[in-house]
């Protein structure tokens, strides 16, 4: 907090500034939470852009301000360059996406030459859920200062811990993770007395509190990393045999679902994946476009999950075209 608090005025005007340019809607709460500075301090900041001449609009509907002017910039000596926190947040992402990737394109970006490869890449998805940015910093401020959270959280799935229904309880927060486009939070739930993950979009309300957190696993970056199988999900160790057929399993050779799977053409046009999962369901919404070219092998829990799927499936459709 001592170097929030030593920031100088310029650098966060510049901040504020650089913000409202972005779209980020900042405030006076945006401006104590980032440096750590009274709300007194924080008027005086803003009231500081307004004597500059800043063409600043309150937005009511973000509760923040917004630049009427995007090219505005201060008379006078300029102000320093700084990137606002969500544009901090994107560029990691968007590294630890080509990293997730290619592994060698990720170590090829922290070198030298990384520079000219950002300039030449673009990373795009539409895959993946939406988090709203104020909920990802919290997060990210709950982590750093290792302080706990009160959240309530609305699962997604009926086999959820809580389940489906929004429940409240208190976490240690420890680890933000990105799978298959899909944000998680991990935490020690001192509800459940246990690791838990939590997807972001299933969080209702977050509150940080002043509690300090129960540490985090030393292993426990490497343990998440290595959990990168279909569904994923805590403890999961299963894996999952599948044939595939035709253009799909052509199609398919060229997708990695985890960096240990293993492929193997068993007959001329007959492609068998051996992958790691956690979640049947995952798996199986996975696996559903291939249709007749696909073929689970095992386990029995899976062979079972995928064939009464692709059943209601074919009930479904038979009954809407009655």
Not at 65 to 82: E, F, N, T
Not at 91 to 117: F, K, M
Request: hydrophobic residues 50%; glycine residues 8%.
């Amino acid at each position: 907090m001592a170097s929030r608090r030593a920031a100088k005025p310029t650098l966060r005007i510049a901040a504020f500034l650089a913000a409202a340019r972005a779209g980020e809607a900042p405030n006076r709460p945006w401006l104590q939470a980032r440096f750590g500075i009274s709300r007194t301090q924080a008027a005086r900041d803003v009231q500081a852009l307004r004597d500059l001449g800043a063409p600043l609009g309150f937005d009511e509907l973000l509760n923040g301000y917004a630049l009427r002017d995007l090219d505005w910039q201060p008379p006078g000596s300029p102000l320093p360059a700084v990137s606002t926190p969500i544009q901090e947040i994107a560029g990691v992402a968007a590294r630890a996406l080509v990293e997730a990737w290619n592994p060698q394109l990720g170590i090829l970006l922290r070198g030298e030459a990384g520079a000219a490869v950002e300039q030449a890449l673009v990373v795009t998805t539409s895959h993946g859920a939406h988090v709203e940015p104020a909920l990802l910093l919290l997060l990210a401020d709950a982590i750093a200062r290792a302080r706990r959270l009160r959240i309530v959280y609305d699962p997604a799935w009926s086999v959820g811990d809580a389940g489906g229904e929004a429940k409240a309880r208190e976490v240690s927060p420890w680890l933000i993770q990105i799978a298959d486009g899909h944000p998680y939070l991990h935490a020690h739930c001192h509800l459940r007395k246990d690791h838990r993950a939590f997807h972001l979009s299933g969080l209702r309300e977050a509150v940080a509190l002043e509690a300090i957190a129960k540490p985090r696993p030393v292993d426990l970056r490497q343990r998440v990393a290595g959990r990168l199988g279909v569904g994923g999900d805590i403890g999961a160790d299963k894996v999952a045999t599948v044939h595939l057929r035709g253009a799909w399993a052509r199609w398919v050779l060229r997708e990695r679902w985890h960096p240990q799977q293993s492929d193997r053409w068993v007959a001329a046009d007959v492609l068998e994946r051996r992958v790691r999962f956690g979640l049947e369901a995952a798996l199986v919404r996975r696996l559903l476009p291939g249709g007749a070219d696909v073929e689970v092998i095992s386990p029995p829990s899976l062979v079972k999950a995928f064939r009464g799927a692709v059943t209601a499936l074919a009930q479904a459709m038979t009954e809407r075209a009655e």
